[in-house]
């Protein structure tokens, strides 16, 4: 579907096995009030905005940002089994409202963004293992901050893009990859509950770290992970 201007549309949308694309025109926006459903994926392939609003979608297929934007409009728009890929010129925005989602992945050629605003993004309920180099931050069109993610299930998130949202990152019983340092964010503390923190290079964190019932396990794979590191200054200080 190509709209060349902004439009709101209050009927429901059926998606079928074959799904369907909403290519906004540059600087528009597409809005889709009415419930989303049937079986098939979601794709965004324009350089506008789509905003979803209902919290009544239950599309079966995957989430795909290509180009422009997807912008929720209220909290638990996205079914929470739905697959989110983000490709490298699409953007993901939550626009500080929390959504659940299956997983969280690159598009065809690589990562793009995800803006969380003040809102938590949980991740994994399709318990499967993904990839996702692109950026996580705060911001977007709320220019909310301080947004988290969290990563639930049983596969393993790995994250080798810049993760810049300054809250708490949480893992419960849920694996999850930092590439570099850059991944673990700044600011807020990480806190567990039986999850597992995976790196593959020398990380270096101050971040507090929280071990709640069921605990943290930390697997380094290559390289040394160093948490809790300060500033240091003289010797003896």
Do not use: C
């Not at 098939?40 to 934007?69: E, F, P, S």
């Not at 969380?116 to 901050?145: H, K, P, W, Y």
């Amino acid at each position: 579907m190509q709209t060349n201007q902004s439009i709101v549309n209050s009927r429901p949308v059926t998606l079928n096995a074959a799904g369907g694309t909403f290519a906004p025109a540059s600087a528009t926006t597409l809005e889709l009030d009415g419930a989303i459903g049937g079986t098939g994926a979601l794709t965004v392939n324009g350089a506008g905005t789509l905003l979803i609003t209902n919290t009544g979608n239950n599309y079966g297929g995957a989430t795909t940002v290509l180009n422009g934007t997807l912008l929720t409009g209220v909290a638990n728009v996205i079914p929470t089994t739905s697959a989110v890929l983000v490709d490298t010129h699409g953007t993901f925005d939550l626009d500080s409202n929390s959504q659940s989602v299956g997983s969280i992945a690159n598009g065809p050629n690589s990562g793009g963004t995800i803006s969380l605003g003040s809102a938590v993004l949980t991740t994994g309920n399709d318990n499967t293992s993904t990839s996702f180099s692109g950026v996580i931050q705060d911001g977007g069109v709320s220019a909310g901050t301080g947004g988290s993610l969290v990563k639930v299930g049983t596969g393993t998130l790995t994250l080798g893009g810049r993760t810049l949202i300054p809250a708490a990152r949480r893992s419960t019983a849920a694996p999850f990859r930092s590439a570099w340092t850059g991944t673990l964010g700044t600011g807020g503390g990480i806190t567990f509950g039986g999850g597992t923190l995976i790196t593959t290079g020398a990380i270096t964190s101050a971040r507090t770290v929280t071990l709640n019932a069921g605990g943290g396990t930390f697997s380094p794979t290559t390289g040394t992970l160093e948490l809790g590191r300060r500033d240091r200054g003289a010797p003896g200080r």
